[in-house]
């Protein structure tokens, strides 16, 4: 009888006609009429409750009573109008009768919780809200991703594949970077990037899902957006299938900077290493508004342009940043004691030779700026003590309710341009010194490699530097571990957990307070630090234990720290070289004095605003946390893909249409991610073009060498923080930018390769006070180098020699 009973409420995927089965059930059950192989299942249909184990009990032992996935199908979910995307709970991996069908009613009851109801509610206020359960036979994937039969963003047609290792989970929650190929609909490759050093998809694997999905599409006569995998046996399953609905709404540039003349000069330099890679909307709406409006006011201040002045400084395509370096070249032309080569040398770390400037304006004008702009540079210090009674007083009340925090947030937003700006004081006093100390050593020349490269080498052994107190307070617990063997085997043999909770320990000692004291100082910061959305390590700790114990584990943390210190003979070559006496000497020394405190001052500056906008990343992370309390958000995490207008709207107006906005936002930032960039591009800048042929045949390459040294070791190419978590002592680490999050990881490193970054960047600073070889500007470096490779990295000369097996 339970068979029987089981057919009135329970069908087979494969046997479902013109029952109301959801929008998922109904999607599986059309590509399995296509032929195509679907991963096999049944459907329990809306309205109907198993109640009783044996409901369900036939038809989970004829998928062989394995593991099963068990998802929602709702009426309207993944329909051309509503997206119920995160709403219902979702179930992998289960396995035997009992957790089946626990899981089943756990699926079913989502249906009726405060937050779906008051979801859907939200939605539309006459759809009836039922839901069906799909159950099938679990996919063990090698591989899995999503595939788009046209272009989401565009409309073009074009063919996206987006893939990962293993299971699709973390592809879909936008935490892991696919690889991403772009296919005209003849299945030729028009472009590729791959998250890792190979390709996660084979070429005969990429043409059978193109095929198979454009009959798919074919069939079901509409553009689709369709999920995959591939077990490890090498078979294709497909499952799930929407139809395209984003096309002219929602696209993957739709925030960019409007360009208006194409021979603008835009680079990634420098900013870049402010904020790598692909940024939310919610943190270009605050941060990169605020360091535009930062850089504006100094402009204006210093009589560059006149106040208010149209134009962008710091912009931003596919959600990627840039400086307007046309724009911003303005100032060498405006101010006595500036040039094009000073301006690059502070911004790109090297010179320019195929760029040229308009002629200087009037010298009248050109004095006045320049007292302006000394007076400016003057307040660094009065710039640097309100940064650092605002860091230690500035306070948002997370308490208040859903609205008034919002309220809270948005008055204190003219606060936050401000402290960017005076960030901006102190760091231009730096670029000036440090320009005045190259220029000195060209002797008032054209800027040279060989004076860039002794400059950055005098720029050492700086006592106090923020950023490379993180590495020698790391090693400073490392060493108090290993001092007592016993203490040592019991914490690396702990969890990442366990770990944490030692550390926390105050019968520890000495290690307690160490490690009280540097989540005391740079607690606030993470990598990618300026992007809301990251977690500071306060929050997220165990990737520093983790690299407190391979630390540990490697006794890797002794006799490194300023092996590169600023030599007299190099002090005395510059003197003699220079022929420096008298008042030229004194003036010298003075400038070097100052370039050394400017580069302490920077530093200290970047984690004071660091941590002052900590506390908007706090202020939003609760805003979310209240928004999905109140039902206004179906999860915490698409409160960064509305922009801070947005959100005012979805608080003020119950504005549902945001939702559905901020959940296409969130699919696409996974490609957005995956998009690089030429360093600099006249133009509006569009994603690099892929070639897989590029590193072969290259023996070296070459850049700007910025400390010195020579190391031969291994490649270890890094693009994220799963990258960096693999990092093995002794290593080379090549990655496209420095980031204050990698600098625990230089502990582990012999060396290091960068794509872009000059004399005065965050890795510069920290591998020269840490002996650390490092060259930087090196064109592709992650493309043209693999992991695993050995090579010759060459910090005095600046070259990378590859070796061959």
């Known amino acids: 009888m339970a068979e029987k009973s089981s057919t009135k409420k329970i069908l087979p995927l494969s046997n479902i006609n013109d029952e109301e089965v959801g929008g998922k059930a109904k999607g599986l059950n059309k590509l399995l009429k296509c032929g195509l192989n679907v991963p096999e299942g049944f459907v329990i249909l809306p309205g109907e409750k198993p109640e009783k184990i044996d409901e369900i009990k036939y038809y989970y032992s004829k998928l062989g009573n394995g593991k099963v996935a068990i998802r929602s199908s709702a009426i309207g979910e993944d329909s051309e109008e509503f997206s119920h995307a995160g709403q219902y709970k979702t179930f992998l991996n289960v396995e035997g009768i009992e957790n089946v069908h626990k899981a089943v009613i756990n699926c079913i009851e989502s249906v009726s919780s405060n937050r779906v109801e008051k979801y859907s509610e939200n939605l539309s206020q006459n759809r009836e809200n039922k839901i069906a359960v799909v159950v099938q036979r679990m996919v063990n994937p090698s591989v899995s991703g999503v595939i788009f039969t046209l272009d989401p963003s565009t409309g073009e047609e074009k063919i996206l594949i987006n893939a990962i290792k293993g299971e699709g989970e973390a592809l879909v929650s936008g935490k892991a970077k696919p690889d991403l190929y772009v296919l005209s609909r003849e299945g030729k490759i028009i472009m590729k990037e791959f998250s890792g050093e190979k390709a996660v998809l084979s070429e005969l694997q990429i043409k059978n899902l193109v095929e198979e999905a454009l009959y798919a599409e074919k069939e079901l006569g509409r553009a689709l957006d369709m999920e995959w995998a591939i077990d490890k046996e090498g078979n294709l399953f497909w499952l799930q299938a929407r139809p395209i609905t984003t096309i002219n709404k929602i696209t993957i540039n739709e925030l960019d900077t409007p360009v208006d003349d194409s021979n603008t000069l835009f680079t990634r330099a420098n900013v870049g290493e402010m904020l790598p890679g692909a940024v939310t909307p919610l943190t270009i709406s605050v941060f990169v508004k605020a360091i535009d409006i930062g850089l504006k006011w100094m402009y204006e201040k210093v009589g560059v342009y006149r106040k208010n002045e149209p134009g962008r400084y710091v912009v931003h395509?596919?959600?990627?940043?840039?400086?307007?370096?046309?724009?911003?070249?303005?100032?060498?032309?405006?101010i006595l004691g500036t040039s094009k080569d000073s301006f690059e040398i502070n911004i790109l770390g090297k010179t320019l030779d195929d760029t040229t400037l308009d002629p200087p304006i009037a010298f009248p004008k050109r004095f006045v700026n320049s007292i302006k702009y000394f007076g400016f540079i003057s307040k660094h210090k009065k710039a640097l003590k309100k940064l650092e009674k605002t860091a230690r007083e500035f306070r948002i009340n997370i308490d208040l309710p859903t609205s008034e925090l919002y309220k809270e947030i948005d008055r204190n937003l003219d606060?936050?341009?401000?402290?960017?700006?005076?960030?901006?004081?102190?760091?231009?006093?730096?670029?000036?010194?440090?320009?005045?100390?190259?220029?000195?050593?060209?002797?008032?020349?054209?800027?040279?490699?060989?004076?860039?490269?002794k400059s950055a080498l005098l720029l050492?052994?700086?006592?106090?530097?923020?950023?490379?107190?993180?590495?020698?307070?790391?090693e400073d617990m490392a060493k108090e571990i290993s001092s007592d063997n016993t203490k040592r085997q019991e914490f690396i043999s702990l969890?990442?957990?366990?770990?944490?909770?030692?550390?926390?320990?105050?019968?520890?000692?000495?290690?307690?307070?160490?490690?009280?004291n540097f989540m005391q100082r740079h607690g606030h910061r993470c990598i990618r630090e300026a992007?809301?959305?990251?977690?500071?390590?306060?929050?997220?700790?165990?990737?520093?234990?983790?690299?407190?114990?391979?630390?540990?584990?490697?006794?890797?943390?002794?006799?490194?720290?300023?092996s590169n210190i600023a030599s007299k003979a190099l002090l005395d070559e510059i003197h003699e070289e220079l022929n420096l006496k008298g008042l030229k000497l004194k003036i010298f020394d003075m400038i070097y004095k100052k370039a050394k405190e400017g580069m302490q001052n920077r530093e200290y500056s970047k984690a004071l605003s660091i941590k002052i906008h900590g506390e908007f990343r706090t202020a939003y992370?609760?805003?979310?946390?209240?928004?999905?309390?109140?039902?206004?958000?179906?999860?915490?995490?698409?409160?960064?893909?509305?922009?801070?207008?947005?959100?005012?709207?979805?608080i003020n107006n119950s504005n549902s249409k945001l939702v559905a906005k901020a959940q296409v936002r969130k699919k696409l930032f996974a490609q957005q991610r995956s998009l690089q960039f030429p360093e600099i591009v006249r133009g509006k800048p569009e994603p690099i073009l892929i070639s897989s042929d590029e590193r072969e045949n290259i023996t070296e390459i070459k850049?700007?060498?910025?400390?010195?040294?020579?190391?031969?070791?291994?490649?270890?190419?890094?693009?994220?923080?799963?990258?960096?978590?693999?990092?093995?002592?002794?290593?080379?680490?090549?990655?496209?930018?420095?980031?204050?999050?990698?600098?625990?990881?230089?502990?582990?490193?012999?060396?290091?390769?960068?794509?872009?970054?000059?004399?005065?960047?965050?890795?510069?600073?920290?591998?020269?006070?840490?002996?650390?070889?490092l060259v930087s500007n090196v064109s592709n470096a992650t493309r043209i180098l693999k992991t695993g490779q050995e090579i010759i990295l060459n910090g005095t000369k600046g070259t990378i020699t590859i070796m061959k097996k």
């Open 495 to 516: 969890s990442l957990e366990e770990s944490l909770k030692w550390l926390n320990d105050k019968n520890n000692g000495k290690v307690y307070e160490l490690f009280s």
């Open 460 to 474: 050492t052994n700086i006592k106090n530097i923020e950023s490379a107190n993180i590495v020698t307070s790391l």
């Open 317 to 334: 395509f596919y959600n990627h940043l840039f400086f307007n370096l046309t724009k911003m070249y303005k100032i060498a032309r405006c």
């Open 415 to 453: 606060f936050y341009n401000k402290t960017w700006y005076r960030h901006y004081i102190v760091s231009s006093n730096s670029g000036m010194m440090n320009g005045a100390l190259v220029g000195f050593i060209s002797g008032g020349k054209n800027f040279t490699e060989e004076a860039l490269t």
């Open 621 to 650: 992370r609760v805003l979310g946390q209240k928004l999905v309390e109140e039902q206004l958000i179906p999860e915490q995490d698409l409160i960064y893909f509305l922009t801070h207008e947005e959100l005012g709207d979805l």
């Open 703 to 773: 850049g700007t060498p910025v400390s010195h040294g020579i190391v031969r070791g291994k490649v270890r190419i890094v693009k994220s923080i799963e990258d960096a978590e693999k990092i093995e002592p002794g290593e080379i680490m090549v990655a496209s930018f420095t980031d204050i999050g990698w600098s625990p990881y230089y502990s582990l490193i012999s060396g290091l390769i960068t794509e872009i970054g000059g004399s005065l960047s965050h890795g510069a600073i920290v591998a020269r006070e840490y002996g650390l070889p």
């Open 531 to 562: 992007e809301l959305r990251e977690k500071e390590w306060r929050e997220n700790p165990l990737e520093l234990i983790s690299i407190l114990q391979s630390l540990v584990k490697g006794n890797t943390f002794s006799n490194k720290r300023n």
